[in-house]
């Protein structure tokens, strides 16, 4: 744990060295604010205490930036070579793997919690449904998590970062938007199943508040899935070099 630890300070380190995060929050603050409070169906046109604008917004902001956090995980390592350095000193490819994917989550987090301000805000103008909201920023922790499983298999597959984000987003859109369409598109047994890959289908429970196992092991499901082929794949193309 302690080697995982140090990783996950040192990639975490370098998004702050290298200013990517600075500009991730500072851009999904922008974003996720404009829309929440100022443009189309804000929190003042809908007229409810309610953090629901929010958490759709962040649904599709950070698929979108995901994929560019996670693209270098492994590909430039990959490519500069400092993967095999990392290799030799007795780290394991599960350690690599999850030191990195702990290290994108908490950048992640730490974007989410700078939008704490809104719930305080919404809580002063109404009633609010606090366990919608802590479903909603529980379901967008999840969803990020899942996301980032799947970007960083997608750098382990590739030394070409833009590649990788690339790949990220086409796994990505099948759970993000394909698997929903081909549940309405389909009924009965198949369509319950792309229903159940689809990845708005349990954010949107957890966003009403609704903590249900069955989203639970889905979201374990992904995120423990996209770490496994990270490191078999991770661990192939040391085995090759």
């Known amino acids: 744990m302690n080697k995982i630890w140090i990783i996950t300070r040192r990639e975490l380190s370098s998004f702050f060295d290298s200013l990517i995060a600075y500009v991730l929050i500072v851009i999904f603050l922008g974003l996720s604010g404009f829309f929440t409070w100022l443009f189309g169906n804000n929190v003042f046109v809908i007229g409810q205490a309610s953090l629901q ?61 700078a939008t704490l301000p ?44 833009i590649v990788a984000f690339l790949i990220a987003l086409l796994i990505g859109i099948f759970f993000q938007l394909l698997f929903d369409m081909l549940g309405f598109q389909f009924r009965g047994g198949l369509g319950s199943v792309f229903n159940y890959l689809s990845m708005r289908t349990h954010f949107d429970s957890l966003s009403r508040g609704v903590i249900d196992s069955r989203d639970l092991v889905y979201f374990a499901s992904v995120i423990l899935g996209g770490l496994t082929v990270s490191q078999a794949m991770l661990s192939k193309r040391n085995w090759y070099s």
């Open 53 to 113: 604008v929010f958490f759709q917004i962040g649904f599709w902001t950070l698929f979108f930036f995901i994929p560019a956090l996670t693209m270098k995980m492994l590909a430039e390592e990959t490519k500069s070579g400092t993967i095999e350095l990392l290799s030799t000193k007795a780290v394991t490819d599960w350690q690599i793997v999850t030191g990195k994917f702990l290290a994108c989550l908490l950048l992640v987090m730490i974007a989410l919690v």
């Open 118 to 161: 809104y719930y305080v805000t919404v809580s002063r103008l109404g009633s609010v449904d606090h366990g919608a909201i802590i479903g909603g920023y529980l379901g967008l922790v999840f969803l990020s998590a899942g996301y980032i499983s799947i970007g960083i298999f997608a750098s382990s597959i590739t030394n070409n970062q």
